[in-house]
T-cell receptor, first 115, second 113 residues
Framework: AQSVAQPEDQVNVAEGNPLTVKCTYS??????LFWYVQYPNRGLQFLLK??????LVKGSYGFEAEFNKSQTSFHLKKPSALVSDSALYFC?????????????FGTGTLLAVQP | NAGVTQTPKFQVLKTGQSMTLQCAQD?????MYWYRQDPGMGLRLIYY???????DKGEVPNGYNVSRLNKREFSLRLESAAPSQTSVYFC????????????FGQGTRLTVV
């Protein structure tokens, strides 16, 4: 069964510094990987996805993510953090198998950007 | 653009009461999902419907039932609410293809006392 792990409950970074939010996955077939962001009392918003092709994926709000098949990772990155990036970030995976398209989420990582 | 609409936004139930959470999408998506969000647990899949006429259990289906009423609507029913079902519930929808992202509603905050 597919699964995704976010090893850090919280990531703290100073404004202007680069940020990384980690995600590793486990699937038996081809993975489709997604990052979402959740602001307080809101639903989840899509940031970016990896389907195939270039391992570096660019998304909304200056975020990007690097797919690494050998390490089964899909870390979210941003070169320069903003205070407004502070939110809860979720990694998700969908496995290409059978007729189902279940979307499974990690436990989330709280990003706190200090001024 | 409405996207995914959930009702109600807030609900307080007494233990043993029943209720139905409603979800509707206007994006002509085939697949719909119900998740619950709990602190430290992330989003856990309760039930999903890959396409109209089909439903499948997710990670935490016990205590819940679902109905895919038509292509637009996917409801979640709690027959006999328990305090352990206190959570924030999210409905989502997506195209059937594996490489498409899901779109989420704003959530229903449910408290069972």
């Amino acid at each position: 069964a597919q699964s995704v792990a976010q090893p850090e409950d919280q990531v703290n970074v100073a404004e202007g510094n680069p940020l990384t939010v980690k995600c590793t996955y486990s699937v038996s077939g081809n993975p489709y990987l997604f990052w979402y962001v959740q602001y307080p009392n809101r639903g989840l918003q899509f940031l970016l996805k990896y389907i195939t092709g270039d391992n570096l994926v660019k998304g909304s709000y200056g975020f990007e993510a690097e797919f690494n098949k050998s390490q089964t990772s899909f870390h979210l990155k941003k070169p320069s953090a903003l205070v407004s990036d502070s939110a809860l970030y979720f990694c998700a995976v969908r496995e290409e198998s059978g007729a189902t398209n279940k979307l499974i989420f990690g436990t989330g990582t709280l990003l706190a950007v200090q001024p | 653009n409405a996207g995914v609409t959930q009702t109600p936004k807030f609900q307080v139930l007494k233990t043993g009461q029943s209720m139905t959470l409603q979800c509707a999408q206007d994006m002509n998506h085939n697949s719909m999902y119900w998740y619950r969000q709990d602190p430290g647990m992330g989003l856990r899949l309760i039930y999903y419907s890959a396409s109209e006429g089909t439903t499948d259990k997710g990670e935490v289906p016990n205590g819940y039932n679902v109905s895919r009423l038509n292509k637009r609507e996917f409801s979640l029913r709690l027959e006999s609410a328990a305090p352990s079902q206190t959570s924030v519930y999210f409905c989502a929808s997506s195209d059937l293809r594996w490489n498409t992202e899901a779109f989420f509603g704003q959530g229903t905050r449910l408290t069972v006392v």
